[in-house]
């Protein structure tokens, strides 16, 4: 894995991780849209989450999708774009990779990595969000680490989001 600046980025991890506010603040240290994952899945599957039910893989196919074309979208408008997804497995990134097909460039990846512990003690400190924390431990099971053939960068969520936005696109 390489450490590059990129235009197309996902900011990927488990439940509680930091995506939105690490994402958010890389978007606009790019000066690119930031596209929250979480607001492109189904009622049926926020219920299902809700409920403490985790999400199949064929319940994720829409969702991927959705995100995919975000990135296409973005590609083909000449812009970049930051988005927040779990995207816990390789096939996940595949089907958000495939968005740039075509186009010039890759999605990069970056892992917000953090211990079962610390990201419990976030999921319990935040408010009004349909992610129970018991579906942390099956958001860890499903989780695949970048391998060495994808574009992206692993983070240690200990660090604030500066540091780490800094670590993504280190400054000029």
């Known amino acids: 894995m390489t450490k590059v600046d990129a235009p197309y980025w996902v ?12 994402g958010t603040a890389l978007a606009e ?7 929250e994952g979480d607001r492109f899945h189904s009622p049926e ?14 319940d994720r196919l829409h ?12 590609a083909q408008r000449g812009e970049g774009v930051v988005v927040g997804c779990s995207a816990l497995k390789r096939r996940y990134r595949d089907v ?3 968005g740039l097909r075509g186009v010039p460039g890759d999605v990069h990846f970056a892992h917000l990595d953090g211990t079962r512990e610390l990201i419990a003690e976030r999921m319990n400190a935040r408010v009004g969000h349909y992610m129970p924390l ?11 680490p970048l391998q060495p053939d994808e574009a992206g960068i692993v983070l ?17």
């Open 63 to 74: 969702w991927l999708a959705s995100l995919q074309r975000e990135i296409r979208e973005a």
């Open 134 to 144: 018991s579906l942390l431990d099956s958001q860890f099971a499903a989780l695949e």
């Open 11 to 22: 900011v990927m991890g488990v439940a509680g991780c930091g995506k939105s506010s690490v």
């Open 156 to 172: 240690d969520i200990r660090e604030d989001v500066p540091q780490l936005v800094g670590r993504i696109v280190p400054a000029a």
């Open 45 to 58: 599957n926020v219920a299902k989450m809700s409920a403490g039910v985790p999400l199949t893989d064929g």
């Open 96 to 98: 958000l990779r495939e």
């Open 29 to 35: 240290r790019l000066g690119v849209r930031y596209v």
